[in-house]
């Protein structure tokens, strides 16, 4: 049986806490419950859609917006034309009047690590790793076998992306080299200095871990010689035709050109931040970008569509969990779904000052998100993640109705 951190689908790269039992408990009964509400929201929708209008889904998220669970609140539909049904309601700031709009740039938290996956990917695909999939932390860094516990010597890629390196949720300190201003070098840091002791998870089987897909970009940094985020703007945006992604927060820290992130504060209501957390991180979560972008790489995962880069079989491996990580594939959860008449892939992403969720049918060509721009402590609070829940389980539920005029 895999351990109950195996189960978790929603912790987000956050600041470095300990996780209780309970809080492991809630977000496996969360995840529990999602999936059978999931389920029941099948509805009754046709086998293909056309191009046609982008309906508006505003009176989805007036509600939640006007009982105060977060200042802005976004969502979408997707199908293999892009963007089909959009809507956003509330605030870019909490206490200001300045309304969020369709456009705006959101940050997506661990939903970067499935694009992480796919560059990384292209490089397999390319044979920039010497072993592909494969290749091994020690192959790539053989400097560092004095360095690292040498369990995690042969912790390969593929494990990697998959969190069966053995590794824990967060590096040791992740602000330990803030003042380095090399980014790459400071990825090297953490790891040299994160896998120095031996593994506090078995190796080769999942465990939610944001150090993994550090040490996995920092291996594709070393390997190619550039950054995390030129790879990510060169490899993957640039080709898909993505021009609104980059790192951190969206905007800038002091105007209202995008929206802010909020946390509770010790009164209850939300305070506004640009919060984000090192960006030595950017693998495992650090990326904001437009839904309408977003729904580009979304669209690499409808089976029936003709991929943009990589072929079907290349993206068919990264849904695929392999044979011990149990659900977790290359940066989603896969589950086989009654609404989606197939695998759904899904994923979950804050930091701790967002919230997103998105879940894809790549059989039906489908695909439901929706983000925040707040967030309670995941650690002690799952209100944003119900209430996202919420929203696509009725976008789900409602399909046929909201693009009636764009099904046969």
């Not at 040498?150 to 992306?161: D, R």
């Not at 945006?237 to 992130?261: C, K, N, V, Y």
């Amino acid at each position: 049986m895999q351990p109950m951190t195996a189960q978790q689908p929603c912790l987000p790269n956050g600041p470095s806490r300990g996780r209780s039992h309970a809080a492991k408990m809630k977000c496996f009964v969360a995840l529990i419950a999602t999936c059978v509400a999931l389920d029941a929201n099948v509805g009754s929708v046709a086998e293909e859609p056309t191009s046609g209008p982008v309906f508006n889904l505003d009176a989805y998220l007036e509600e939640p917006i006007a009982q105060g669970q977060t200042p802005g609140l976004w969502a979408a539909i997707i199908d293999g034309t892009g963007v089909r049904a959009i809507g956003a309601a509330g605030v870019r700031r909490q206490g200001a009047s300045r309304a969020v709009t369709a456009d705006d740039l959101l940050h997506i938290g661990s939903n970067t690590k499935a694009m992480t996956a796919t560059m990384l990917a292209m490089l397999v695909e390319d044979g920039t790793f010497a072993n592909g999939w494969e290749t091994t932390i020690l192959e790539v860094f053989p400097e560092l076998r004095e360095d690292i516990h040498e369990k995690y010597h042969p912790v390969t890629l593929s494990q990697l992306v998959r969190m069966e390196g053995g590794m824990v949720h967060m590096p040791n300190d992740q602000w330990a080299y803030a003042r380095t201003p090399n980014i790459v070098k400071r990825r090297y840091k953490i790891i040299q200095e994160s896998l120095g002791s031996a593994p506090r998870e078995l190796v080769g089987w999942y465990a939610y871990s944001n150090l993994s897909y550090v040490v996995a970009g920092a291996m594709a940094e070393r390997v190619t010689g550039e950054s995390w985020e030129t790879l990510m703007e060169e490899r993957l945006f640039a080709p898909l035709g993505i021009t609104t992604a980059g790192f951190g927060p969206p905007g800038s820290h002091r105007g209202m050109d995008q929206p802010w992130g909020h946390q509770r504060s010790d009164r209850g209501g939300w305070k506004s931040n640009k919060f984000d957390n090192d960006p030595m991180l950017g693998p495992a979560g650090t990326i904001h970008i437009s839904i309408g972008d977003w729904a580009r790489f979304v669209a690499l995962w409808f089976r029936e569509r003709e991929p943009e880069i990589l072929g079907r079989a290349a993206l068919d491996e990264l849904t695929d969990p392999g044979s011990s990580a149990g659900d977790y594939a290359a940066g989603w959860f896969a589950w086989y779904r009654g609404w989606a008449r197939g695998r759904a892939l899904f994923h979950d992403g804050s930091n701790l000052s967002w919230r997103s969720s998105l879940w894809i049918a790549p059989e039906r060509g489908l695909a439901y998100l929706s983000v925040a721009n707040a967030t309670e402590d995941i650690y002690g609070g799952d209100d944003t993640f119900w209430m996202l829940d919420s929203i696509i389980g009725r976008l789900i539920q409602d399909t046929p109705a909201i693009l009636a005029e764009g099904y046969d």
